[in-house]
């Protein structure tokens, strides 16, 4: 025995004997003791010396407890607890049996009517314990031991004391967290500060699936890999590997796992009664399970391009049946993966929606991630798809024309119209506007939004453009979106104060002007489809509710469809619908935090994926701050460059787009309260409370500080457009405008100096980048040649590196500018493609080191669609609309 049991041995000498040792796990290491007080077996755990001594003995001792009165057939009793010559113990029975463990290391997989049951006597425990407010944490295979076949949960409370004393934050410390990464809720992973009950069902449905699969859902050489996993991947369906699993199990199982603790069972009772019941309940999670991508879920790999192709063939004739018959609610719902193929990655959602399918659901086109961003064409019924053109450098916002033989695309010549047949491109000039933000096709001709005034139009054959409706720019309306009509005429509309479509959805009547509220809350696309209504919220979660058009109103509650539909931050989701009913969205991925040099070499800095957002190097260039999005929430954290640990600066569930104040010690950030989006300050450290620095009508975002102390900051208050304003460092706060007009000025950045303001206005009828002396006066320098954005100063002041469109497709330019009385641009020189690194708007997505060295937010070749037939089949068992 080491010293330390050979002390704790004779310290305990009147109470326990210790004979031996049963095992060591990351917390604890157990003894098989014989109790001399009353004559039997017990399991005698010694908490490791470490984590007793960063949680505190006496905390710990008085926090475990409360799991003491937890009596429970299928609950591993708490004998004793206390502290013996500076070592911390807790007894509990022993039992001579095995762990579900060493049970799945023998057998790999147990019968299904077995694993059932084992999962629903370890859910009648955990509902048993979450009655009385006890939330185990780490509910795996090693704790869940079996007496007789039947189930007892061991260590209950362990997790829970360890989180509740004093330095439970310090566990990190020791090299140990609270729970197991393979069975880590997406919450817990994230280190979410309430753990509720939901955790629990989550990680008893991920070892419910052990016990059917094999493996766990997700899997990785590493606890961050595992953990990248449970934040952005769906599990892998149950029954296709495994016939014999009832569905409704599955059902049950996946509906355990879903990402979103709202999505899941309301207790640990209900997915114990989903387990038993193959009734309404367990058909209603089979159909979320199946919308979010799992279930019955045909899936292909990039590789099986032939397969998917024949699949699509063979689904009954799906796709032309879908176009010709009116869906109807017990349809059967198909889901199919549709691939871009290799040589045609999809583009990124920067810029405009960059897939289109047309009215009758059988022809696609995308646009791709190679050269000039190609337009491809997939008409369903061929295995690969073919080239339509060669975009122009600037397209954005297509739409397939009613009849499908053309193709409309945004760019800043006009409205490109494209022949599907291959024909000659012409193109509209738009009278009085030269760039337009949104583009689709109605009827017989195409609707727009130009950017300079947010009104919805009519774009007719000689470029005039017919009014429909405007936004209200008193009540801060910025811009109206189309994204269907509705039988009648009446218009689905989204209204927004943003510069992107996210805001309340409306019926809006061409002929009168008429609007009625449909979803008054934030929405980034729609779509109508024969009484049903589908659309997408800010965080990609696609919904759909039975739906009333002549009331304007849901008739029933809503049901999820997929999950993670990918949305670049600042534009729209790329989702499109057909007529006929039919779906194509790109499912979102997973980031890289890359470092990147002039030649375009890069490497990662991070280690693990997440959706990054709004990288920057902190002033002594040894830390990042960064964002990212988890489940429906945002929040700054800090990469430690030097051994790429993350901490967590905000808890605000929508902290983003952090700037570093001057010494380093503070981070502003954006966050919303209140529907409102202000300027908040906290310390680098997430010390302290978050302290708002200024909140105003309209929303304000900090993007740069000045030497002095003053922020540079975005707003679209009391305008349809954006506006730049600098904000004093002391006394009256009010914003001043730096920049402003009828059209939007965004992407401010300041020169090291201070000198110099570089920013992005569309004044010419397109986004480029211009220089001007701040705080000014002074006149402005074009910087950028046929369009520009995002503009990064090197640390020296002496380079502006932007992002452009070229011949030769996207580039990062680093153009040397000469100061003088006005800023002269002396060079403008290519450094690498930008394909591959996503964008971002109003504010640069990447940032520059002192030596020259690029942090940017790279993408993967994303490759693959989803295309979903009749899903108002998913709307069946809706429950009615909530009165």
Known sequence: ?????????????????????????????????????????????????????????????????????????????????????????????????????????????????????????????????????????????????????????????????????????????????????????????????????????????????????????????????????????????????????????????????EKLPADRFSSAAEFAAALADSGTTARRLVAASDAGGRGSALRYSRGRVLAAGLALLAAGGAIGWAATRRPALDQPVGRFVISTGADAPLAAGFGGTNVALSADGQTLVFRARTGSGQLYLRRMGDLVPTLLREASTDLSGIAIAPDGRSVIASSSRGVQRLPVDGGTPTTVTVQGFSALTWISWFAARPMVTPLSSGVLAWLNEDGSLETVARPDTARG??????????????????????????????????????????????????????????????????????FDAGRAALTSAPVTLARNIQIAVGWPPQVTMSRAGSIVYVPSQSLDLVVVDRSGRYRDVAGVQHRYHSPRFSPD???????????????????????????????????????????????????????????????????????????????????????????????????????????????????????????????????????????????????????????????????????????????????????????????????RLQPGTVARVVSRTPLFATTDYEAAAPHANYDVSADGQFLMVRMGRQSEMVLLQTWTGLLRDAAPAAR
């Open 1 to 257: 025995m080491s010293s330390t049991i050979t002390r704790l041995s004779a310290a305990l000498a009147d109470r326990y004997v210790i004979e031996r040792e049963l095992g060591a796990g990351g917390m604890a290491t157990v003894y098989l003791a014989h109790d001399v007080r009353h004559d039997r077996k017990v399991a005698l755990k010694v908490l490791r010396p470490e984590l007793s001594a960063i949680l505190g003995a006496g905390r710990f001792l008085a926090e475990i407890k409360t799991t003491a009165n937890l009596q429970h057939p299928h609950i591993l009793s708490l004998f004793d607890s206390g502290e013996a010559d500076g070592t911390v113990f807790y007894v509990m029975p022993y039992v001579e049996g095995e762990s579900l463990r060493d049970r799945l290391t023998r057998e790999k997989q147990l019968p299904v009517e077995e694993a059932v049951r084992i999962a629903r006597e370890v859910a009648d425990a955990l509902d048993y314990a979450h009655a009385h407010g006890v939330v185990h944490r780490d509910i795996k295979p090693e704790n869940i031991l079996l007496h007789g076949g039947h189930a007892q949960v061991a260590d209950f409370g362990i997790a829970l004391a360890a989180s509740r004393s004093d330095t439970g934050s310090r566990m990190t410390e020791t090299g140990m967290s609270l729970g197991t990464p393979h069975y880590m809720s997406p919450e817990q992973a994230m280190g979410e500060r309430e753990i509720t009950a939901k955790s629990d069902v989550y990680a008893l449905g991920c070892v419910l699936y052990e016990m059917l699969l094999g493996e766990p859902p997700f899997t990785g050489p590493t606890a961050q890999s595992i953990v990248a996993k449970v934040m952005t991947e769906v599990p892998r369906p149950i029954t296709i590997h495994r016939r014999s699993v009832p569905p409704h199990v599955e059902g049950a199982v996946l509906g355990a796992l």
């Open 621 to 815: 260039g040894r830390s990042v701050a960064v964002d990212f999005t988890h489940q429906s929430s945002r929040d700054v954290w800090r990469l430690e460059l030097r051994d790429s640990t993350l901490r967590r600066v905000t808890f605000e569930a929508d902290g983003h787009d952090p700037v570093w104040l001057p010494g380093g010690d503070q981070i502003l950030f954006a966050s919303g309260r209140r529907g409102i989006v202000g300027i908040w300050r906290r310390n680098a450290d997430g010390s302290g409370e978050a302290e708002s620095v200024l909140t105003q009508a309209g929303g304000i975002t900090a993007l740069a500080v000045a030497r002095d102390g003053g922020i540079i900051a975005q707003t679209s208050a009391g305008n349809a457009s954006w506006d730049i304003v600098a904000v004093p460092a002391v006394g009256d706060r009010r914003p001043r405008v730096l920049h402003g007009s009828p059209f939007d000025e965004w992407y401010p950045a300041l020169s090291p100096d201070g000198r110099w303001l570089a920013y992005v206005t569309s004044e010419s009828g397109r986004y480029e980048v211009y220089v001007r002396p701040y705080p000014g006066p002074g006149a402005s320098t074009l910087v950028s040649q046929q369009g520009g954005s995002e503009p990064v100063w090197s640390r020296r002041g002496d380079e502006l590196f932007y992002r452009a469109e070229t011949d030769a497709g996207p580039q990062l330019i680093a153009a």
């Open 477 to 546: 309306e910025r811009a109206l979106y189309a994204f269907g009509q509705l039988p009648g005429g009446r218009l689905m509309v989204i209204v927004t104060s943003q510069p992107n479509p996210s805001g309340p959805l409306l019926a809006i009547d061409p002929r009168d002007g008429r609007r009625d509220t449909i979803l008054p809350a934030a929405v980034v696309w729609a779509g109508y489809d024969h009484g049903a209504l589908a659309w997408v919220v800010p965080d990609g979660t696609l919904l759909a509710a039975r």
